[in-house]
């Protein structure tokens, strides 16, 4: 069944009230580690929340009959998804996990290596900051300025969904987003979503990673259907080197000063969302390609900055978004058209009459570079 579904704003909305209770606690284990646990509890309760309609339902379509249009067979034909006011809301979290950091460190230089990177600096027109040298890397000192202590950090938060409900009229069955009311097209709230972060950093340089993962859902669409939507895991990766507060390098390679590169992958492993139906089917509407159409992105960034004098600074800036030129196909074209009877080679068969029904005929942006200049002063 193919539905024509309207959607865009609604200039009619009201303003949705909220009261939001908040408990958190924090616990630092072992006193010379930088270790802590936290918890936090978020009771909300809202009047008049602005929702989307996430998809037709008995519910929804009891509340709002004239967003349902049905052709004389009773046959579902258009919908209006647009927002709208519900009555209320009520939705309980938990958010539990840690956060570790801890102190690298970096080579510390003698003074003769400091002395030498100094003059080494100085010679390729380098200014730096006359001071008196100490082999400690002492903040001030020569050393302090080639040493640059970095650290290992470590996150991870596990949001735990407890409640969350809506009423859309208090005379209508309240819609229990944990138990078959579907938030949108990627299906119910699940219970659970993690989200973990690491990172390394020193001398300039570093790299972070990032985790996403969200429990499986299920929901029942309008005809009373089951739709299970898989968990789901990405992972995303990011490189930074800010080569131009590095002394040694910039001694060396005096065109870097100034200079610093980033490097981000999103979605490395290219993983989307998978629904089936009760006869584990993918449901017309909820393919890959609709789901999560982007998939993997790259992005470079390059920075310098040129000291034209005391006063004057010129920043240049480029920017490569989808830095391999990866296709990323769009939705496919779901317009059916009107059924056509063809009775070729003798034996009766059904097709669309949009010859175009189920293709992919567009994808999204290209390769684009920015470039970008900026004068301080």
Do not use: C
């Not at 009771?43 to 929702?51: C, L, M, N, R």
Request: proline share 7%; net charge positive.
């Amino acid at each position: 069944m193919l539905v024509t579904a309207i959607t865009g704003g609604n200039p009619n909305l009201d303003s949705d009230r909220r009261n939001v209770f908040k408990l958190g606690a924090n616990w630092q284990p072992f006193q010379n580690t930088d270790l802590r646990l936290r918890a936090d509890y978020v009771h909300t309760k809202i009047e008049d929340p602005i929702a989307s309609f996430p998809g037709p339902s008995a519910d929804l379509e009891a509340a709002f009959p004239d967003r349902f249009v049905r052709d004389s067979s009773g046959t579902l034909v258009s919908v209006d998804l647009r927002p709208e006011n519900f009555s209320s809301a009520h939705r309980d979290t938990l958010l539990v996990g840690f956060d570790f950091t801890r102190p690298l460190r970096s080579h510390r230089a003698t003074n003769a290596e400091v002395e030498k990177a100094v003059e080494r600096a100085r010679s390729a027109g380098i200014k730096v900051p006359e001071v008196a040298g100490s082999a400690s890397a002492q903040p001030g000192s020569l050393a302090g300025i080639v040493n640059s202590n970095g650290r290992l950090t470590l996150s991870l938060t596990d949001t735990i969904t407890l409640v969350d409900r809506a009423s859309i009229r208090p005379d209508l069955p309240e819609l229990d987003y944990l138990h078959g009311a579907p938030i949108g097209q990627t299906g119910g709230q699940p219970r659970h979503q993690l989200q973990a972060q690491a990172g390394w950093s020193n001398n300039g340089m570093g790299v972070r990673i990032g985790a996403n993962w969200r429990s499986a859902t299920r929901v029942v669409t309008l005809a009373g259907d089951a739709l299970d939507f898989s968990p789901v895991a990405t992972f995303d990766l990011r490189l930074f080197a800010n080569v131009g507060q590095y002394l040694p390098i910039v001694s060396r390679h005096p065109w870097l000063r100034g200079a610093s590169v980033r490097f981000e992958v999103g979605n490395m492993f290219n993983t989307f969302p998978k629904v089936r139906d009760r006869a584990g089917e993918i449901p017309v509407g909820y393919e890959t390609s609709m789901l999560d159409p982007l998939g993997r992105t790259i992005m470079l960034s390059l920075r310098k900055q040129f000291r034209l004098n005391e006063r004057f600074r010129l920043r240049f800036q480029a920017d490569m978004f989808n830095a391999f030129n990866r296709a990323n196909f769009r939705a496919p074209d779901l317009a059916f058209g009107t059924l056509v009877l063809t009775n070729p080679n003798g034996s009766a068969t059904r097709r669309p009459s949009n010859a175009a029904f189920g293709t992919i005929s567009t994808t999204g942006p290209p390769r684009n570079i920015q470039f970008g200049l900026k004068l301080d002063f």
